[in-house]
């Protein structure tokens, strides 16, 4: 069946540091990739997408592009700030189109 | 302002007591859907609705039940056969054909004890 691999966490950078979370998927055909975050004692938002091979979802900042030779759809931000800290979460969409599989989540702490 | 609403945020229940969570939506959405999550676990789906008056299983609805009477109404029911109930349950709703992009609620997070 589908599955997300996201790196464990916790993170923890300084302000303005460089941000990658990785996240590497197995699905048969071609699923959509997203990231979604959660913010402290909230639900999730849809942070980014990308919907075919090469594709390239941003959104903030942040930006994960849909790499279809090595399954993978890393995370990455440029220079972090304070107010990104939050679980971040790869997930997909297969062929079932029903349901979105998730990763574990990743912990991003982001200290002044 | 357009969203979803889930009440209580935080419920508490004693053992062997069925407690039913709220989800509504004026997104005038098709679809909704129920998660667990746990600490370490991502995301897990429970139920699914693609439209009124149906609704299906996802990968741990044992201990659960759920009913879509409304559109905008996906109410969520924890049972006394549910081992471990204590979790954050999340709902979500999607338009028709568009069940890959998700919007979610704030979440209850429910204590059982």
């Known amino acids: 069946g589908d599955s997300v691999t996201q790196m464990e966490g916790p993170v923890t950078l300084s302000e303005e540091a460089f941000l990658t979370i990785n996240c590497t998927y197995t699905?048969?055909?071609?699923?959509?990739l997203f990231w979604y975050v959660q913010y402290p004692g909230e639900g999730l938002q849809l942070l980014l997408k990308?919907?075919?091979?090469?594709d390239k979802g941003s959104n903030k900042g942040f930006e994960a592009t849909y790499r279809k030779e090595t399954t993978s759809f890393h995370l990455e931000k440029g220079s972090v700030q304070v107010s990104d800290s939050a679980v971040y979460f790869c997930?997909?969409?297969?062929?079932?189109?029903?349901?979105?599989?998730f990763g574990k989540g990743t912990l991003l702490t982001v200290n002044p | 302002d357009g969203g979803i609403t889930q009440s209580p945020k935080y419920l508490f229940r004693k053992e062997g007591q069925n407690v039913t969570l709220s989800c509504e939506q004026n997104?005038?959405?098709?679809?909704m859907y129920w998660y667990r999550q746990d600490p370490g676990q991502g995301l897990r789906l429970i139920y699914y609705?693609?439209?009124?008056?149906?609704?299906q299983k996802g990968d741990i609805a044992e201990g659960y039940s759920v009913s879509r009477e409304k559109k905008e109404s996906f109410p969520l029911t924890v049972t006394s056969a549910q081992k471990n109930p204590t979790a954050f349950y999340l709902c979500?709703?999607?338009?028709?054909?568009?069940?890959?992009?998700?919007?979610f609620g704030p979440g209850t997070r429910l204590t059982v004890t």
């Open positions: 979500a709703s999607s338009i028709e054909g568009r069940q890959d992009e998700q919007y």
């Open positions: 699905a048969t055909g071609y699923p959509s």
């Open positions: 990308a919907t075919k091979a090469d």
């Open positions: 997930a997909l969409s297969g062929g079932s189109n029903y349901k979105l599989t």
């Open positions: 997104l005038n959405h098709d679809a």
């Open positions: 609705s693609q439209i009124v008056n149906d609704f």
